[in-house]
């Protein structure tokens, strides 16, 4: 594999989460330790030159380098259904979802909106993502197989969901844990892809398929686990009914062995503080969704009791009960959500804060032990090119920036995908 190296403002993160900016950076790639391009150093370009002028650079003026996004939980079968109008969760699923995810039985129709899916990631500079697809095996393999063609890391898995489901979405309980492990041998540290136990949430499984899922998450740690908790009141007292010696929704998954390291649960709203350390003390982290919690008016994830408990989170687009694609819209979502529920100015909300949350702080939430979002040294070569001139509103607020803050806050309010010049895959 041929080096490779980029000159241009350079965004990276350091492992505090500090965010680092150099305006003359530089960038070198080359082969990683497992197959994939990798990145062999970055930083000021008159630190690195020296040592490294030996390597062809593409120069990038007036561009920025950054890490690719991270999106912690989307949905890749909901691509067609973002904006569907409904009163809120429940009904948005028993109306959009559901039938539109019966037709992703269809292999073609899997293959098809895979291919849009994974544009969309990259239109929009994602180049992580851990995404449900539906509960037909075939659409786990279309989604795999698509993000192998490009090289993308991307984690997916097939919805369990035996019960109160209808007629074309609904599993079989044993057959459904066996196409799980099936999957998992298939497709689990196959290159970049990596297998997602998902559990669609504890109202659409019975005990014995949440237990199920629990005992094969035991049986391979490295994988995954997706799910949805306390997202919604309905949903809530939903749980309460039919898990009536549970002691919190949280603690349905905790009692069939789903919580731990590598598992993920989007929204996490209603929790207490209980909750809150059990998340903290089994590993389990948060994808916060904000656009998908304004649109179906489920409520604000609390970035003050989580700092104040100490659970790990990440910002994700939860597509399609999220609006956008766009990191820049969840990233300024999140803001105005924390910034409404917020008692004091929270530094969770700095803007670098936020540009972590949804790169390095999201892949380390999601086990990736350092290697996605940041930019270092021996981190994946995953990265986008910003176009601080892409429109003309961006281009006179980013030219009078006057700090990082400035600069990170300018596109967070102002940007979307065409602030993304180019998307680049290791
Ligand atoms: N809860 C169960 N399924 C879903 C889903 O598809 N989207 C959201 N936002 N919440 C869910
Ligand atoms: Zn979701």
């Not at 505090?16 to 062999?40: H, K, M, N």
């Not at 010696?245 to 989007?266: F, I, K, N, W």
């Not at 350092?370 to 281009?395: E, R, Y």
Request: a negative charge; hydrophobic letters at 45%.
């Amino acid at each position: 594999m041929t080096l490779k190296a980029f000159r241009a403002a350079l965004l990276r993160f350091a492992d505090d989460g500090a965010p680092l900016y150099d305006e003359d950076g530089l960038l070198v790639t080359g082969a990683g330790p497992q197959g994939w391009r990798s990145v062999l150093a970055s930083g000021p370009a008159a630190g690195l030159l020296p040592q490294w002028n030996h390597v062809p650079a593409e120069h990038l003026p007036g561009r920025i380098l950054a890490p690719g996004f991270v999106d912690m939980h989307i949905h890749y079968p909901q691509t067609d259904i973002i904006g569907a109008p409904a009163e809120g969760l429940l009904p948005w699923l028993e109306k959009y979802t559901f039938p539109h995810e019966s037709r992703l039985s269809d292999r073609a129709v899997a293959d098809e909106v895979a291919g849009c899916f994974l544009d969309e990631l990259a239109r929009n500079g994602v180049t992580t993502a851990l995404a449900c697809a539906t509960s037909h095996p075939a659409s786990v393999d279309a989604l795999f197989t698509a993000a192998q063609q490009r090289g993308l890391r991307l984690m997916t898995g097939k919805v369990l969901q035996d019960r109160h489901s209808p007629d074309g979405v609904r599993d079989g309980t044993e057959q459904s844990l066996i196409d799980t492990e099936a999957l998992i041998a298939r497709w689990h540290g196959v290159g970049r892809l990596g297998y997602a136990i998902t559990p669609r949430f504890a109202p659409t499984s019975t005990p014995a398929q949440l237990h199920g899922a629990g005992e094969i998450a035991a049986r391979h740690p490295g994988v995954w686990i997706q799910s949805h908790v306390a997202e919604n009141r309905g949903e809530i007292a939903w749980v309460r009914e039919l898990f009536p010696q549970a002691r919190s929704y949280l603690s349905v998954y905790g009692d069939a062995g789903l919580l731990r390291e590598r598992a993920v649960y989007a929204h996490c709203i209603h929790l207490d503080d209980a909750d809150r350390a059990l998340m903290r003390d089994t590993g389990t982290v948060a994808a916060v969704s904000p656009t998908s919690n304004l649109f179906l008016g489920s409520g604000f994830f609390d970035y003050e009791a989580a700092d104040r408990i100490g659970f790990r989170y990440g910002l994700a687009s939860d597509v399609g009960g999220g609006t956008s694609f766009s990191p820049f819209l969840t990233m300024r979502a999140a803001y105005w959500v924390g910034r409404e529920g917020a008692t004091k100015p929270g530094l969770s909300l700095a803007p670098g804060a936020l540009w972590w949350q949804h790169t390095a702080g999201a892949g380390r939430a999601l086990g990736l032990g350092g290697t996605a979002g940041n930019l270092q040294p021996g981190s994946d070569a995953d990265f986008i090119v910003l176009d601080p001139q892409a429109t003309p509103l961006l281009a006179r607020r980013t030219a009078q920036a006057d700090s990082l803050d400035e600069l990170l806050f300018a596109f967070i309010v102002l940007a979307d995908d065409r602030a993304v010049a180019r998307t680049v895959i290791a």
